[in-house]
């Protein structure tokens, strides 16, 4: 079984105490591939220089909006020149956050359509955090009509999931569909076309059920595609092959 880790954290401090068994345990529950996107620019040039010492982790770039009010020339411009890194397969963790607003609703729009620009120049898809925002990230999208990607860490409901398809971008499922009173996000992962399917772990957040509590590590990934599964009546084979290849399409992997 093939599984791709498409969101997960790997620079972070949480995973780096016993890094390498991370890695080993993930491969062994069949995760073959990662996709480490940056929050700010710091752990984007982390992303990048990890995916040079490792043959399946890949980086992307971007400004996450809780940083947002850190984007200006200098770092779009440091941005550019990451990006083009051969392991680089996209512009993100980019989006609008108006739950937490570490940011006004201003910068973030602001800091947001700079990185689509960007996104849009380099002909990269997009790794998209929306958090109660569902009609502002539409409306900055359609700006941008040929850019498509994934809205990671899904945790709305299929009337949005529906808009998010409509648009042409998959969907990315975390330990969240395991959690019991996730309702809407179970709702989803039953309903969505598996071919706009992605599946991630948000490692270390996120930690599906089994484990919930804890630090969370790419191997947990499996827990989701099992849960998928389960909701949907069929095998987890069946998940991970179309999650891997809408991955590997999506993300040139
Ligand atoms: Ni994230």
Do not use: Y
């Not at 954290?9 to 068994?21: A, I, R, S, T, V």
Request: proline share 4%; charged share 30%.
């Amino acid at each position: 079984m093939h599984l791709v880790d498409t969101h997960c954290h790997l620079d972070f401090p949480e995973l780096q105490k016993d890094f390498d068994e991370v890695l080993a345990r993930a491969h062994s529950a069949g995760v073959k591939k990662f996709i480490n996107p940056g929050v700010g620019i710091e752990e984007s040039r982390k992303a990048v220089q990890l995916s040079s010492e490792h043959e399946n982790i890949f980086a992307a770039v971007g400004i996450h909006p809780h940083e947002a009010d850190s984007v200006d020339e200098k770092i779009l411009a440091e941005l550019e020149v990451l990006a083009q890194n051969s392991k680089v397969v996209a512009i993100g963790e980019i989006g609008l956050d108006f739950f937490k607003l570490r940011n006004s609703k201003e910068i973030q729009i602001a800091a947001f359509e700079k990185q689509l620009g960007l996104a849009q120049k380099l002909d990269l898809p997009l790794i998209v955090h929306a958090r109660e925002a569902d009609a502002e990230i539409f409306k900055i999208l359609d700006k941008f009509p040929s850019l498509r990607g994934v809205l990671h860490c899904f945790g709305g409901d299929w009337s949005f999931a529906e808009k998010v398809l409509e648009r042409g971008f998959f969907i990315g499922l975390t330990g969240i569909v395991t959690f019991p009173n996730a309702k809407n996000v179970r709702e989803v992962a039953q309903k969505i076309p598996l071919e706009k399917l992605l599946i991630e772990t948000d490692a270390p957040f996120l930690a599906p059920q089994k484990f919930r509590g804890q630090r969370c590590e790419p191997a947990f990934v499996v827990e989701v595609a099992e849960e998928v599964a389960r909701l949907r009546g069929i095998e987890i084979s069946e998940i991970a092959e179309k999650t891997t290849k809408n991955a590997e399409e999506l993300f040139r992997i």
